[in-house]
C-alpha cells in the first residue's frame, strides 16, 4: 500500500517528448479524477447500495461526495447500506482535507519523506508559501479535523442516541459531523435537518462545525501559532476572516428573518425562537454547507436571491468549502472602493495588498461568471426549468453547497453530466481550470502603454 501512495504522490508524469511534467494545476485535476471514477464504479456494486445505481447517478453523488457539494438523486440514508454510507464518509473526508493533503498524510503515516515536486504541489493546493513546515501544517490540519469531527459527534450524539439507540445514534452523529465539517450537506435524514428546527442543541452544533470548517485551515493554523499573542499577530487574511466571517453570517440571518417571517410557507407559523434559529443556520449553511431546516423551494425569490450570493462568496480560501471565497470577495470590494476614492493602493487594516493579488481576485470572479453563464445556457437548453431554478442550482454546485430548490432530482442524464463537471471546477477552483486550459508563459518582455476607454 505504502509503494502504491507513494507512486501517486510522485505525480513526474510525462508529455509529448517523454520529458516535460505536468503544471501543479493539473496534476491537482487529475489526482481528483483519479479518485473520483473508480469511487463512482464502487458506487455502482450491490454491496454500497440497496437497489444499485446507474453509472451516471453513481459518478454524479461521487462528485458530490468529493466536491464536498452534496446534491443528492437518491435518499442517503434509505439508498445506501452501511459499507456505501461509509464509503461516502471517506470521500466527504478526503474532499474536505484536499487529495495532495491526503498523500501527504499517508507518505507521513508510513515514514516515507515527501519530495520537493511534492511539497511545491501541496502547499499550493493550501495557498502556502514555500517557508511552511509541511509537516508541521498537516500535523494540525489533521488534529483539528479530527478534534472537530470527534467533539461535533459527542455532542450530537446526545440527541440522536436517545432516539436511535446506541449504534445507530453514534453512526447518525459521527455521519453527519464528518458532513458537516467538510461542508459536505449530505444527510442521513430525508428532509436533511427540517427536523431538529426548533433544537438548539443541533442548529448551533452543525452550524459551529460548518463554520469552523470553512475559516480554512490556514486560518486556524495561524489562531494556534498565536494563541497568546494577539490579533494585531496575526495574517492580514487571517484577520479578514475572523471579521468577514461573522458580518457575513449575521447579516444573511438578519436578511432571511425579514424576508421570509411572514411567508407562510416557511417562518410564519414557527415560533419567534424557531424564526430566528431557521434564519441563522440557512445564513450559515448558504456559505456551502448544503443542510437545510426549511424547505428551500419555497422560500421567497428575494430570500433566493441573498442565499445564491451568499453561496457564491463561499467559504475560506484552503477549507473545506467552496465559492469564490470570503477573502476574494472582500479584497475585490475594497479595490472597487479604493478605484472609486482614486487611490493607488489597496490597503485592508493598514496592509497593502499587492496588485497581483488583486488581479488574480478579478480573475477570479470573471473565469467564475463565465463558468457559471456557460453552464446556465446549457442546462437550459437540456432541462425544462425555470430560470431561477437553474441559476440557483448552478450557483449551489458551483459553489459546492449542495442546496437545492427542486430541479436536481429530475435533472436529465445530460444536466447530471453538465453539473458534475461544474462541481469539480467549483471544488479544484476556476483559476486551477484556467490555468491549466492557458498553459500559462510567464514574459519578461514588455510593450508601450495604450490608452482603452472603458466606463
Not at 124 to 139: H, I, T, W
Amino acid at each position: 500500500m505504502s509503494s502504491f501512495y507513494k507512486k501517486s504522490a510522485v505525480f513526474y508524469l510525462k508529455g509529448e517528448r517523454g520529458k516535460k511534467r505536468w503544471s501543479e494545476p493539473r496534476v491537482i485535476l487529475f489526482s481528483f479524477l483519479a479518485i473520483l471514477f473508480p469511487a463512482a464504479l464502487l458506487l455502482t456494486l450491490p454491496i454500497f447500495s440497496v437497489s444499485g445505481l446507474s453509472f451516471i447517478d453513481a459518478l454524479f453523488t461521487a462528485t458530490s461526495a468529493i466536491s464536498v457539494t452534496g446534491f443528492g438523486i437518491v435518499d442517503t440514508g434509505e439508498h445506501f447500506t452501511f459499507t456505501g454510507k461509509l464509503l461516502l464518509m471517506l470521500l466527504m473526508q478526503i474532499g474536505g482535507l484536499g487529495q495532495m493533503t491526503l498523500s501527504a498524510i499517508l507518505l507521513y503515516m508510513f515514514g516515507l519523506r515527501l519530495s520537493l515536486r511534492q511539497q511545491s504541489i501541496t502547499k499550493e493546493e493550501l495557498g502556502q508559501g514555500n517557508s511552511v513546515n509541511l509537516r508541521r501544517l498537516v500535523k494540525h490540519i489533521v488534529v483539528f479535523s479530527c478534534v472537530a469531527e470527534l467533539f461535533g459527534a459527542l455532542l450530537l450524539a446526545f440527541r440522536f442516541v436517545p432516539e436511535m439507540g446506541w449504534s445507530e445514534g453514534l453512526f447518525s452523529a459521527l455521519f453527519h459531523a464528518v458532513s458537516a465539517f467538510n461542508n459536505a450537506g449530505f444527510s442521513l435524514f430525508s428532509n436533511s435537518m427540517e427536523g431538529y428546527l426548533g433544537d438548539p442543541l443541533i442548529i448551533f452544533t452543525m452550524a459551529g462545525l460548518f463554520v469552523f470548517g470553512g475559516l480554512g485551515f490556514t486560518v486556524v493554523s495561524d489562531l494556534h501559532g498565536n494563541l497568546f499573542r494577539g490579533f494585531n499577530h496575526l495574517q492580514l487574511h487571517s484577520k479578514i476572516m475572523l471579521i468577514a466571517t461573522p458580518i457575513l453570517l449575521l447579516v444573511g440571518t438578519l436578511l432571511f428573518w425579514l424576508l421570509e417571517s411572514n411567508n407562510p410557507n416557511t417562518l410564519a407559523p414557527l415560533s419567534s425562537s424557531e424564526q430566528w434559529l431557521v434564519a441563522f443556520f440557512q445564513s450559515a449553511s448558504a456559505r456551502t454547507a448544503g443542510f437545510n431546516s426549511i424547505d428551500i423551494g419555497q422560500f421567497t425569490h428575494p430570500a433566493l436571491l441573498v442565499m445564491m450570493v451568499l453561496m457564491l462568496i463561499g467559504a475560506g480560501s484552503t477549507s473545506t468549502g467552496g465559492g469564490i471565497k470570503v477573502s476574494t470577495f472582500v479584497v475585490a470590494m475594497v479595490a472597487t472602493w479604493s478605484f472609486l476614492r482614486q487611490h493607488n493602493k489597496v490597503v485592508i487594516l493598514k496592509r497593502s495588498v499587492p496588485w497581483n493579488t488583486v488581479t488574480k481576485c478579478l480573475a477570479i470572479i470573471v473565469v467564475s461568471f463565465l463558468v457559471l453563464i456557460n453552464a446556465m445556457f446549457l442546462l437550459m437548453i437540456t432541462e425544462e426549468a425555470s430560470f431561477d431554478l437553474v441559476m440557483f442550482e448552478t450557483i449551489s454546485a458551483f459553489a459546492t453547497v449542495g442546496l437545492t430548490a427542486g430541479l436536481t432530482a429530475n435533472l436529465s442524464d445530460t444536466g447530471k453530466l453538465i453539473m458534475v463537471v461544474v462541481m469539480i471546477i467549483g471544488r479544484i477552483g476556476p483559476l486551477t481550470l484556467a490555468y491549466m486550459l492557458a498553459h500559462p508563459k510567464p514574459t519578461l518582455l514588455k510593450y508601450p502603454e495604450g490608452h482603452v476607454f472603458t466606463g
